[in-house]
């Protein structure tokens, strides 16, 4: 049976492309359930307060910086949504006067201008700006690492990709966003021999840092998150660290607080990293075959999946 059209985006995959059991499985989801659906290699943490959820973010930059020495050099790979974690991360550096001068940073990715050029740190949305002066302009320069340990997938992408092979990588975190991806990791358009069946997990995870088109709900994603809804404003193309970056990482770790997606979305990855139900029209899904996933969830941003009229 042919699996139907993208109910937002015909000429893409996404997940309203899912059998509908799959569908009704995640909607019926309560957060005690989502606990629950731990298992070895995939954790489901919950956390109370929002402070307590930022702090345990930010906890894992000093975790993993703490572990970089000259002569082995470690690091994390980290998201701009969210990005309530990076004034913390540079407070802690500093009130425990943390020497991170050999440790590592990774921008997880970055818009791309309609001539295939990464924006510049002047852009309004630019993540590498938000990066720098939410934390690493904050650190204390005595203690903060050098420029050059500052990787973002704004210049030789293949660099880029190179520098995981070079430094070690504790956690890669991620944000999830209503497309169901981590960094730009967005579904594949619908075309070719992907017309009638999404590529197989696979060849979805031989992608390294690339520049990539975004799904239109991306697009008017991140109008809504970051730029109060100019959808003009929004680049079309981003630098994307890969799936083969991704698996580079001992642990990848993903931050819902309930703004970046929705309560049925939250629902759905859960459910099918859980069950190893691996669909690159999910791309977060791919995830199920990580040996060392963590989803943490602020569990009053959960919310429920239920039929409301405003």
């Known amino acids: 049976m042919a699996r139907p059209l993208s109910k937002v985006a015909p000429d893409w995959w996404d997940y309203t492309t899912l059998e509908d059991e799959i569908l009704q499985d995640a909607a019926r989801l309560t957060p005690r359930h989502m606990e629950r659906l731990s298992r070895p290699g995939f954790r489901v943490v919950m956390y109370d307060t929002l402070e307590d959820f930022y702090l345990a973010e930010a906890l894992e930059y000093i975790n993993a910086w703490r572990q970089s020495t000259e002569d082995a050099p470690a690091g994390i790979c980290g998201p701009i949504g969210p990005t309530e974690q990076l004034p913390l991360v540079a407070r802690l550096v500093n ?3 943390l020497d991170v001068r050999s440790a590592h940073f990774w921008g997880m990715d970055e818009w791309v201008d309609d001539q295939g050029n990464p924006v510049p740190v002047t852009h309004p949305l630019s993540f590498a700006r938000a990066d720098m002066e939410l934390c690493f302009k904050r650190i204390n320069r005595r203690l903060r690492m050098p420029d050059s340990h500052l ?15 070079q430094i070690r990588c504790v956690v890669m975190q991620g944000g999830q966003g ?34 990539t088109d975004l799904h239109p709900m991306t697009i008017i994603q991140n109008a809504r998150t970051s730029g109060g809804g100019q959808v003009a404003l929004v680049p079309t193309k981003a630098a994307t660290v890969g799936p083969v970056e991704t698996w580079k990482a001992e642990k990848v770790s993903i931050w819902q607080a309930g703004n970046h997606d929705n309560p049925f979305g939250m629902r759905l990855t859960t459910l099918m990293i859980a069950k190893k139900i691996p669909d690159t029209s999910v791309p977060m899904s791919l995830l199920a075959d990580h040996p060392n996933v963590q989803f943490n969830f602020y569990r009053h941003g959960i919310g429920t999946v239920a039929t409301e009229m405003h």
């Open 95 to 97: 009130e425990l006067g």
């Open 151 to 165: 990787h973002f997938p704004t210049g030789d992408l293949k660099a880029y990709s190179r520098s995981f092979d």
């Open 178 to 211: 209503e497309v169901k991806h981590w960094a730009f990791n967005d579904p594949p358009k619908r075309r070719g021999k992907y017309k009638n069946e999404p590529p197989p997990p696979e060849e979805y995870r031989k992608l390294k840092t690339r520049v």
